[in-house]
């Protein structure tokens, strides 16, 4: 298993998001964070154009707090090369999103959301079977 469900849990909750937490499995939680680092990033990059910074430093901010916790629940013992890959791209993906936020990049933040919504899209198509059987592990 690439992420733990007590952390995804703690995770989720340390980024302010609402909504069915207590009722998601580990797979649904990622998917929520994910979605929550997206839609910060997509509101930051408004503020950028709008020229609210206050806001745009929050919402990176956010959005950092997000993908970090996302990095610090990974499973990297148990989750082999994809968890250890996993790592090193929400590394990045932090490292541009502090960039976008200290130059006002747009092109920065375009990144880390294009790379997001990929890890996103290949979390989201694991087989419903695939996700019980690593629920049953647990």
Known sequence: MVYSRSANLAAYQSAGTHGGVAAADPHGLVLLLLNGALERISKARGCIINQVYSEKAQLIHRS???????????????????????????????????????????????????????????????????????????
């Not at 590394?91 to 959301?113: F, G, P, T, W």
């Open 64 to 138: 950092v707090a997000i993908v970090d916790e996302l990095r610090n629940s990974l499973n990297l013992q148990a989750g082999g090369d994809v968890a250890k890959n996993l790592d090193r791209l929400y590394d990045y993906v932090c490292r541009l999103l502090l960039h976008a936020s200290m130059q006002n990049d747009i092109k920065a933040l375009e990144e880390a959301s294009r790379l997001l919504s990929q890890v996103r899209d290949g979390w989201d198509s694991i087989p419903k079977a695939q996700r019980i059987l690593e629920a049953v592990k647990r």
